[in-house]
């Protein structure tokens, strides 16, 4: 206890604790230098119906940093948050975003794509969000159809009025929304009838054991029924096994994400799946 510790502490001067600001503060100017040097990347994972369809998206950040090589979101997002980077980032993963949805409208195959964007809590509460989710899809001329945000139960924790206000009026734009990571969070489920939501995400960490737990078993049939009555799509994340899958859509779940479709690719490694129709029942095969 820092008391304990006397008048004399020398508390601040902790080398492990100095390595740990330093390192901190690398970090961050590394990932502003990563903004503007052109280091962040989205990959894209599939999203596909009960017959393996494509159906469109998730945009998934990386940060190629040119000694560390590939940097996972959950390494830098937290601190991108925390400093505020996270406004920049976001606005360039929305413009990237629009222009790739607009790319898919030009090709018969995947016109009717949608693409998924992670937006954080920081992002969305933000006064001039909505006005920025506009400015993108007019300049790329995207189809506001397709463009779903995802959210974290973090973002309508407060606020609930206020946040389903700026939901509203992103919706009127034609933008969906979907509660990302569901079930993970503290908020009271009674947001689900005062937000207008579009669709919610299975956690993954319910999707893995979905088949052994009885407890995860019982968990994602509730999301299913409460999604039903609400009349709420759900899209389940994390399938890596057929076994899951069969599961999931043997109790009524009919879009899925994961691994046993495909990982989260560059839009050039994507070229196996953008050659398959859009209504054929073949599988994506990344
Ligand atoms: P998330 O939005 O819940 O994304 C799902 C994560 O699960 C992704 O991790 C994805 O690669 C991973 N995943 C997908 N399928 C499987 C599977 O079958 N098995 C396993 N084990 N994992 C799977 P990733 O790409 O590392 O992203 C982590 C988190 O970082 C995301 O979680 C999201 O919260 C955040 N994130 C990513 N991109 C962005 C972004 O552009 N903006 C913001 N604000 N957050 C982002
Ligand atoms: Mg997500
Ligand atoms: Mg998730
Ligand atoms: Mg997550």
Same mark, same amino acid.
């Given at each position: ?13 902790? !080398? ?29 994972? !599939? ?15 990386? &940060?190629?940093?040119?000694? #560390? ?33 607009? +790319? ?8 009717? &794509? ?5 937006? %954080? ?6 006064? #001039? ?35 389903? %206000? ?21 908020? %009271?489920? %009674? ?11 299975? #956690?993954?960490?319910?999707?893995? #054991? +979905?088949?052994?737990? !009885?407890?995860? /078993?019982? +968990?994602?049939? /509730? ?42 690719? !560059? ?20």
């Amino acid at each position: 206890q820092a008391k304990d510790a006397g008048r004399n502490t020398t508390r601040f001067f902790n !080398p492990a604790m100095q390595a740990a600001i330093e390192s901190r503060m690398a970090l961050e100017t590394a990932l502003r230098q990563a903004l503007v040097g052109d280091e962040l990347q989205l990959f894209y994972q !599939p999203q596909v119906d009960q017959d393996g369809c494509c159906i469109g998206a998730e945009a998934l950040l990386r &940060w190629r940093h040119a000694r #560390d090589g590939l940097i996972s979101p959950a390494e830098f997002i937290p601190l991108a948050e925390e400093t505020g980077l996270i406004l920049p980032i976001g606005q360039w993963v929305m413009d990237t975003a629009c222009a790739q949805l607009k +790319i898919w409208e030009t090709q018969a195959h995947c016109r009717s &794509w949608q693409l998924a964007v992670n937006i %954080s809590a920081r992002q969305f509460h933000q006064p #001039d969000f909505v006005t920025q989710v506009r400015s993108s899809l007019d300049r790329s001329g995207a189809n506001p159809q397709r463009l779903k945000l995802e959210l974290t139960e973090s973002v309508v924790l407060e606020n609930a009025a206020e946040v389903a %206000s700026r939901m509203q009026q992103i919706k009127a734009l034609g933008v969906g929304f979907s509660m990302d990571d569901f079930g993970t969070g503290y908020s %009271s489920l %009674s947001y689900l009838k005062r937000l207008p939501l579009d669709q919610l995400k299975i #956690d993954q960490s319910f999707v893995r #054991d +979905i088949a052994t737990d !009885p407890n995860d /078993a019982a +968990i994602v049939r /509730a999301i299913l029924a409460m999604s039903q009555s609400l009349g709420i799509d759900v899209i389940a994340e994390g399938v890596e096994t057929e076994e899951q899958r069969a599961f999931l859509h043997a109790n009524g779940c009919h879009l899925f994400q994961g691994y046993l479709f495909g990982k989260p690719r !560059p839009i050039n490694e994507w070229t196996l799946c953008t050659s398959i129709p859009a209504h054929s029942a073949q599988r994506v095969n990344l």
